[in-house]
């Protein structure tokens, strides 16, 4: 065997099947895995260490862990549209309410009704909240995230203009939960 990742899991996360599709049997993973060329992310899930991370591998890795339909959310989302400077110690994960999974890299939101199609973009092998919809989300479940987070989310979105009360509004209006954030917005704008 040779003594490096083959050149089809270079630089890429992939799970043992796609790893076998390729020609390496368990024996040779485990071996990559104790050499440190390659590291085990969660059950059934491997990356090459020479890997540059960036969190968007760990949004892939969390939306391929859970399955879909999922997106990220609240606290990883705020990160990504650079509206906090806490960093997460886990990637959050908007999934329906059925669906169980531990993992110690990961924060699930289970949500009875999700509306899959309100909010949600897909890009890059992820599904992520927009801007609107996270906010909306972290005011709405500020005892996961604190209501200080929450609160400074939305104003830092606001004074950076990447968006406004408006659209806001609106998205708090299509998830059904404009009462309980029209109170957020008023206070904010006087």
Avoid at 134 to 142: K, M
Wanted: a positive charge; glycine letters at 4%; one cysteine or more.
């Amino acid at each position: 065997m040779k003594s490096n990742v083959p050149a089809r899991l270079k630089n890429k996360i992939f799970s043992f099947k796609e790893a076998q599709g390729f020609g390496v049997s368990q024996y040779q993973l485990n071996r990559l895995i104790k050499t440190g060329l390659v590291e085990k992310i969660a059950h059934g899930q491997y990356r090459d260490t020479k890997l540059i991370h960036e969190p968007e591998l760990d949004y892939r890795m969390a939306i391929a862990t859970v399955g879909i339909p999922s997106a990220v959310c609240l606290l990883s989302a705020l990160v990504h549209y650079q509206l906090t400077d806490t960093i997460p110690k886990k990637v959050w994960i908007l999934v329906p309410q059925k669906i169980r999974r531990r993992n110690p890299r990961l924060r699930l939101l289970r949500k009875r009704d999700p509306q899959w199609k309100v909010g949600i973009i897909h890009q890059n092998g992820y599904a992520i909240t927009n801007i609107e919809r996270t906010i909306v989300e972290s005011l709405l479940f500020h005892r996961f995230i604190g209501k200080n987070e929450a609160i400074g989310a939305l104003k830092r979105a606001l004074k950076s203009k990447a968006t406004t009360p408006q659209k806001i509004y609106t998205m708090a209006r299509l998830l059904k939960v404009d009462a309980r954030i029209h109170l957020y917005l008023e206070v904010l704008s006087q």
